[in-house]
Each structure stands twice: as structure tokens, then as C-alpha cells.
């Protein structure tokens, strides 16, 4: 079965860049989405089809994708960004995995 | 936007059955498919169930196979998950989400289910 790998975690200073990285074989081929989750909350989609954004989500909010590796770019990162991420892959317009999430520390 | 608000979860003992229920507001359901994704205490997203707009294509992870049914009611606007032969792994928030295109959209506030004795 297709597996995505993501780092535990990414640490950030405020008003830095915070890059958080996910791989699998051939994701270039794959449209990738990512999804914000707080404690306690429900996740929140913040970026889909590797680039796209929701119009609720802030523009320091990017993605990319390209080889093995898609990345989730927040630039100038805040202290409300602090969060769990997780990366989705779809197989198809129906099929998709997630990572195992990302853990992110701005101080 | 698609409002979704969960309902069903509990605790039940090893072996017990539990249904969910998922209603959805402010769109057309009819017209979305629908997804369970489920995420255990401290641990990552795991998708659990899909079925298309109108039920005809339904998908089930490898480990609810069997014992795990999902269905619709689109003239209700909900979405369910029957849940059998429940094992103290299935212990998890269980979330229902419209799915998009390439993307799972919108996901309700989730339900808790735990299985223990």
C-alpha cells in the first residue's frame, strides 16, 4: 500500500518560514492536500490539488509538490499556527492516504 | 460549505455494536460524496469508510472490512456508519467529511467512540 512519511516535528521561530516536508514514491504524480488540526478541534483543509488554497485560509499559507516530495510552506508563521499537519495523497478522485502528521512549534 | 454534525458515539464493550449518524446542512447532499475518518487518542487521521453521492461506489480500509457498513439517506441529508464486531482498536474520535475534488472539504466537530470492557 502507498505510505506517506512526514517528520514528527518542526519547530519555528514567529515571523520565520516553517517548511514541512512529505514524501512518497512518485507524489508528483499525485495531487496532495494538507490539512491543519488544533487540539480539541476538527482538522481544516488549507491547501488541495498541491497548490490551491481555500479563500478562509492566509496567504502565508503555500504548498508544492514536485518528485517525492510535497511541501506545506507557512511564511511568517504565528503563534496561532502552532498545530498538528497532515498530508493527503490521492490515488485517484476518490482514493487517497494521509501521513502520519507533523507536529508544529512556533517559539 | 457543508455544515456536518456526528452523533451515535458511546462507550460499548469488545465484541458490541454502535451506529453513527451524520447529518448534513447548507448544500445539496445528494451531490457529495462522503467519507469516516477516524482518529485515535493520539495518534493521526485514519480513513475509515467512503461511499459516492448516490451509494453506488463504497470503499472500506482493510482494517473495518467485514465489520464496518456505511449507507445514506440522502433524503434525510445523512450519512451513516454501523459498526460491528467493535475491538478496543476501533477506541477513536470518528469524523464524517464531504469529499471534494482532490480534497476532503469540510469535516464535522466528530463523535467518540471507545470500546472497553
Known amino acids: 500500500s502507498y505510505e506517506l512519511t512526514q517528520p514528527p516535528s518542526v519547530s519555528v521561530s514567529p515571523g520565520q518560514t516553517a517548511s514541512i516536508t512529505c514524501s512518497g514514491d512518485?507524489?508528483?504524480?499525485?495531487?496532495t492536500s494538507w490539512y491543519q488540526q488544533k487540539p480539541g478541534q476538527s482538522p481544516v483543509l488549507v491547501i488541495y490539488?498541491?497548490?490551491k488554497r481555500p479563500s478562509a485560509i492566509p496567504g502565508r499559507f503555500s504548498g508544492s509538490n514536485s518528485g517525492n516530495t510535497a511541501t506545506l510552506t507557512i511564511s511568517g508563521a504565528q503563534t496561532m499556527d502552532e498545530a498538528d499537519y497532515y498530508c493527503?495523497?490521492?490515488?485517484?478522485?476518490?482514493?487517497?492516504?494521509f501521513g502520519g502528521g507533523t507536529k508544529v512549534t512556533v517559539l | 460549505e457543508v455544515q456536518l454534525v456526528e452523533s451515535g458515539g458511546g462507550l460499548v464493550q469488545p465484541g458490541g455494536s454502535l451506529r453513527l449518524s451524520c447529518v448534513a446542512s447548507?448544500?445539496?447532499?445528494?451531490?457529495?460524496?462522503m467519507d469516516w475518518v477516524r482518529q485515535a487518542p493520539g495518534k493521526g487521521l485514519e480513513r475509515v469508510s467512503y461511499?459516492?453521492?448516490?451509494?453506488?461506489?463504497?470503499y472500506y480500509a482493510d482494517s473495518v472490512k467485514g465489520r464496518f457498513t456505511i449507507s445514506r439517506d440522502n433524503a434525510k441529508n445523512s450519512v451513516y456508519l454501523q459498526m460491528n464486531s467493535l475491538r478496543a482498536e476501533d477506541t477513536a474520535v470518528y469524523y464524517c467529511?464531504?469529499?471534494?475534488?482532490?480534497?476532503?472539504?469540510?469535516w464535522g466537530q466528530g463523535t467518540l467512540v471507545t470500546v472497553s470492557s
Open positions: 467529511a464531504s469529499v471534494g475534488y482532490y480534497s476532503t472539504d469540510d
Open positions: 447548507g448544500v445539496t447532499f445528494s451531490t457529495y460524496d
Open positions: 461511499i459516492s453521492y448516490s451509494g453506488a461506489a463504497i
Open positions: 512518485k507524489l508528483e504524480n499525485k495531487y
Open positions: 490539488q498541491d497548490i
Open positions: 493527503q495523497a490521492w490515488d485517484s478522485s476518490t482514493h487517497y492516504v
